[in-house]
């Protein structure tokens, strides 16, 4: 508003300094057209309204520097651009001149006759006494607009951003109280898309708790299980040994138990400490053939179920990558092939072109579970009664996302999972 007010005045001074020039100088070359010019001399005193001049001031001067004006008005200052003008070399002059207590207009124009040049001068008095009235209601105005701005600006950004203090407030108790109800949205502008997204944040926030819940569930009883097995079986040796032993076949059988017990204890522990772990930490990355790190997963796999019949076809497939986190990997695939399939049955495996299949006999996944599989903690209701912790297959996912690759679980018409686990890489020929 203050920069408007300036331009407008500005703009109306250019525009009135302007009309009054091109004013002065056409009635001055009217003027100095006129035959009654040439009677004038230095004594001669004629009125201003004879040469149709009427509001100006006339004066003359000579290319010698003499000046003469037909009225008895304060000396007008006259110097170099209307001497320039009398001796021919412009054809006019315009410039401000001050003369006593006012400034004038002087326009200067040659005459008729050789060597002399007419000055017409009009008091600027009556245009600045305007210039000032018109500054001071600008000033006004421009005031009055900056405040009226102020208190419209204020007022538009209390309420525009009332909004973003409900919301400040809303965040700042759910802080406080861990309430993770969702926040109301109001409109369709930024504020309630930020609202939504803090109520995805939310959903995604209550998800994780939940989670945390289950897998402090979920491991709470996957560890009570072993540990009561444990304390058990050890309380029977003291209690033999105590009586004078057992028999070395029901002995051999209990530290067999015990040792089952102890190596689910320890991949229960191992899966949470590797989906625990900082996902940004360095790891050491290296050329690996994914043949042979499936080759090392079947053979550790088979002693494990040993009843389970593996049909594998593997190609040469060099993945740039982690070979210890790959191999896990691997094997939570063939773990979970290997759990769900019947006693005898068959896990099929291909890799092929970067992509691992592992197919088995089992029940397959329900609809309802199939989103979910690779969820961190997520156990279906059918695999709760079998051992496990759920984490298998979420560290499945999170390694094939670590390596650029993807992962995922569907349904063979025939009966079973199917999960395929695909990695970038490229075939080298073996030296």
């Known amino acids: 508003m203050a920069v408007l007010a300036l331009g407008a005045y500005l703009t109306v001074r250019m525009q009135m300094q302007a009309s009054l020039d091109a004013s002065l100088l056409d009635r001055a070359e009217s003027a100095a057209q006129t035959p009654t010019l040439s009677e004038l001399t230095v004594e001669m005193r004629w009125p201003s309204w004879a040469f149709g001049a009427a509001d100006v001031r006339i004066a003359f001067i000579r290319q010698d520097h003499k000046t003469w004006s037909i009225d008895d008005g304060p ?3 006259l110097g170099d ?27 200067t124009v040659p005459t008729r006759d050789d060597g002399v040049a007419l000055v017409i001068a009009q008091s600027l ?3 600045e006494t305007v210039l000032g009235r018109l500054g001071i209601v600008m000033l006004l105005f421009g005031v009055a607009g900056v405040i009226a701005a102020g208190v419209a600006g204020w007022g538009v950004a209390r309420n525009g951003l009332r909004p973003v203090r409900r919301l400040t407030e809303v965040v700042e108790q759910i802080a406080r109280t861990e309430d993770l109800t969702p926040i109301e949205v109001e409109g369709n502008d930024e504020i309630a898309r930020l609202s939504s997204a803090f109520n995805a944040m ?10 945390q819940r ?17 304390r058990t079986n050890l309380d029977l040796l003291l209690q033999a040994d105590q009586s004078g032993g057992m028999p070395a076949e029901a002995r051999a059988e209990l530290l067999d138990d015990v040792g089952a017990q102890i190596e689910e204890m320890t991949t229960l522990i191992g899966d949470l400490v590797e989906l625990g772990r900082d996902e940004h930490a360095p790891h050491q990355v290296e050329l690996v053939d994914l043949k042979e790190v499936l080759d090392r997963a079947i053979s550790r796999v088979r002693r494990r179920a040993s009843s389970i019949d593996f049909d594998v076809e593997a190609n040469d497939w060099w993945v740039t990558g982690e070979s210890a986190a790959l191999e896990r990997a691997v094997m939570n695939l063939l773990d979970n092939a290997a759990k ?15 992509s691992l299949t592992v197919a088995d006999q089992g029940p397959g996944i329900s609809e309802h579970d199939l989103p979910y599989v690779f969820d961190r903690f997520y156990r279906s209701t059918e695999s709760r009664a079998m051992p496990g912790s759920g984490l298998g297959l979420s560290i499945v996912r999170q390694t094939a996302i670590r390596h650029s690759g993807s992962v995922e679980a569907t349904n063979l018409p025939e009966g079973g999972a199917c999960l395929v ?10 030296v």
């Open 340 to 354: 769900w399939s019947p006693v005898d049955g068959t896990v099929t495996v291909r890799l092929l072109d970067g």
């Open 421 to 430: 686990l695909r990695l970038p890489g490229r075939t080298l020929q073996r």
């Open 202 to 211: 939310l959903a995604a926030l209550e998800a994780s708790r939940e989670r």
């Open 125 to 127: 008095d009556s245009q």
């Open 81 to 107: 651009p209307e001497l320039e003008v009398a001796r021919g070399e412009t054809k006019h002059s315009i410039r401000t001149i001050e003369a006593g207590n006012s400034k004038y207009r002087v326009v």
């Open 214 to 230: 289950q897998l402090v569930g979920d491991a709470g009883h996957e560890l009570r299980t072993p540990l009561t097995s444990l």
């Open 75 to 77: 000396v007008l200052g």
